[in-house]
């Protein structure tokens, strides 16, 4: 299902970059790995290790990235020749990998390295960009390209731009802007295109003006059970939230189960499930406590919160089922 919705995310916590102007002194030689640490470069990556558990091929292609632009900001430094790397990209992968934060990351580290002028991502789908009438495409894409300049523009569910099968698609008219801006301006935008793996190769096949123009194509895997129920933790714990003892097995067992049937979404689904249980356990204490409420009560998702899921019951339903 398509999702919508203009969202615009700006890092707080980015500082503004050392911008490399010609003329001026050259250094003798420039200590890259003192670059590293000064730039804040090594916290963006810090933290991308620390939110996100898993994804190392992804954590590795980003490291490889930065390591290429810290090298070329320190050849441009140098007097050295140098050209500003075409820094376009395609994240492909199921929903619940971790694409939209792993663009902010990204926007932060560009921004930090100085290649481009804000720390900002602008998130958005094809009913951002495409309208519904003549006439009506070009100033939506232009105004959402405007807010982006300088940052990162995120295209989730990239391949819904344009519709093959609808002749009377606008979808061709923002994807004609998008090449141009993105062939023309690579120095103030980098734009970052996401969707099913599946589903983003048709749609470089089908335009290959996009593939031409992107230089990184990052497949985000699945997470496996252990890394969700890790991610389950980490998300109850920012809440103050915890499992009891025996919850733990029971959300280990929920995992197995959902993975398997459809409409998966990785940390997605698990965020919702979790969402769930606090109803549950909400609803448990009012139901079941008289008195007092202490904070670990307050804080503890029981095994009663998650067995009673209906991903339980349709698991044992088509255990039933099955013939012997």
């Known amino acids: 299902m398509q999702r919508t919705g203009l969202r615009v995310n700006v890092m707080a916590d980015a500082i503004a970059p050392e911008r490399v102007e010609d003329g001026g002194d050259i250094p003798a030689a420039i200590d890259l790995?003192?670059?590293?640490?000064?730039?804040?470069?090594?916290?963006?990556?810090?933290?991308?290790?620390?939110?996100?558990?898993?994804?190392?091929p992804v954590k590795q292609r980003i490291r490889e990235t930065a390591a290429l632009l810290l090298v070329e900001r320190a050849r441009r430094r140098l007097g050295l020749a140098h050209e500003t790397p075409t820094l376009h990209m395609s994240f492909s992968g199921n929903p619940g990998t971790g694409k939209t934060t792993v663009a902010l990351r990204m926007a932060n580290l560009l921004h930090r390295l100085g290649y481009i002028r804000k720390g900002h991502l602008v998130s958005v789908t094809r009913d951002d960009l495409v309208g519904q009438y003549i006439g009506h495409t070009a100033p939506k894409t232009k105004e959402i390209l405007k807010k982006a300049m300088g940052g990162v523009l995120f295209i989730d569910e990239a391949y819904y731009l344009h519709r093959q099968e609808n002749e009377r698609d606008y979808g061709q008219e923002a994807i004609e802007i998008l090449l141009q801006v993105m062939e023309n301006q690579r120095d103030d935008l980098v734009v970052i295109l996401a969707g099913y793996a599946d589903r983003m190769d048709r749609f470089f096949e089908s335009n290959p003006g996009f593939r031409s123009r992107i230089a990184h194509h990052i497949d985000f895997p699945d997470y496996s059970d252990d890394e969700l129920l890790q991610i389950a933790e980490t998300m109850l714990s920012k809440q103050n939230y915890h499992f009891d003892g025996k919850a733990r097995a029971v959300m280990a067992d929920y995992i197995a189960l959902r993975r398997k049937q459809p409409h998966f979404a990785n940390a997605r689904s698990i965020r919702n499930a979790l969402d769930r249980a606090r109803l549950r356990q909400a609803n448990r204490l009012f139901e079941t406590v008289s008195g007092p409420v202490d904070a670990e009560a307050l804080s503890t998702i029981g095994v009663e919160d998650l067995s009673v899921s209906r991903v339980f019951a349709i698991a044992d339903k088509a255990r039933e089922e099955k013939p012997s």
């Open 33 to 56: 790995r003192a670059e590293y640490v000064e730039s804040g470069v090594k916290d963006v990556l810090d933290e991308l290790d620390r939110e996100l558990i898993g994804l190392k």
